[in-house]
């Protein structure tokens, strides 16, 4: 699988924006309440979302028998993930909670083929093993705490389970409606149902933002739902699974290292033998095949 200049840049883009963002959420979520910063985070999004797609002229609409198929995705692919992998991060460290919602490539290649009958090539079952054995790595010196934590871990994990089905379901939906207003759309629904939530859990705890946490609140705002959900979006909608999911193995390393730097998370010799691994996964995927049948000419 070769990804075009587009998708490369994408990729680049959503790599940068998504793996600073584990820290920055962690930032934002160390004294404010977690759903709640979330909520914030979409609400003040959608608005520059809406100024992109009235600036691409791209419709809001969605046909009515459209609106059901619309609300599933939210769940699977926004409204789930973002509730339970907050409340990850707000009980384990960033870099951690990183590595554990991004188990989702190696639940999305076991859906595909044990669910959506997706046949996988052996260098592809390569890439989910060397992710699978970057994860084990990574949550080496992990364990001990994780133990005590273990309803974050499984929030986590079920966060990325979810996101994983969320992705087949993408590839797999009706096309017809446009990237930008499919994410609008999400992103609403996950705002509105979001609401209740906070009121239900986090009321007593409402307070005005710290100065850091609007600044995590305008990062997430701004780049993760203005932009990169999109950019996401597009490459779920136009890749394969096993592709745009292996693809975006860099973004836990980044999130880790950025956490080391920032937040004073210690590192050890697992995070960097992880940073092979992942490299690894990534071109089982990516590097240019050999099969001679694709360079046979035609007639």
């Not at 998708?7 to 004294?31: C, E, I, R, S, Y």
């Not at 986590?156 to 379901?169: E, I, K, M, Y």
């Amino acid at each position: 699988m070769q990804l075009t200049r587009q998708q490369l840049l994408l990729l680049a883009f959503l790599t940068m924006v998504w793996g600073l963002n584990w820290p920055v959420m962690k930032l934002g979520v160390t004294a404010y309440p977690p759903l709640t910063f979330r909520a914030l985070c979409i609400w003040i999004g959608l608005p520059v979302l809406a100024l992109l797609m009235v600036a691409r002229r791209t419709p809001f609409f969605v046909p009515r028998d459209r609106f059901r198929e619309v609300f599933l995705l939210a769940m699977t692919n926004m409204l789930i993930w973002n509730v339970l992998i907050m409340l990850a991060v707000k009980n384990l460290s960033s870099g951690r909670s990183a590595i554990l919602g991004y188990t989702m490539p190696i639940f999305s290649a076991l859906l595909g083929a044990c669910v959506f009958g997706a046949r996988l090539k052996p260098r592809q079952w390569l890439g989910v093993a060397a992710a699978a054995l970057g994860v084990a790595l990574l949550l080496w010196y992990e364990l001990t705490h994780l133990s005590g934590r273990p309803v974050a871990v499984l929030c986590a994990l079920v966060a990325a389970a979810t996101w994983a089905l969320g992705t087949h379901q993408l590839r797999n939906a009706r096309a017809g409606i446009a990237t930008l207003t499919l994410s609008f759309w999400m992103m609403l629904i996950t705002a509105v149902l979001l609401l209740p939530l906070c009121v239900m859990f986090e009321y007593p705890q409402w307070k005005a933002p710290s100065s850091l946490t609007w600044a995590a609140i305008g990062y997430n705002a701004v780049l993760v739902f203005g932009f990169a959900q999109t950019a996401w979006l597009t490459l779920a909608r136009t890749l394969p699974p096993i592709a745009s999911t292996l693809s975006v193995m860099m973004i836990p390393i980044l999130g880790v290292f950025a956490g080391a730097l920032g937040l004073g998370e210690v590192l050890h010799w697992q995070d960097w033998a992880a940073v092979v691994l992942m490299v690894l996964a990534i071109a089982s995927v990516l590097a240019p095949g050999s099969d001679r049948k694709s360079r046979r000419v035609p007639g």
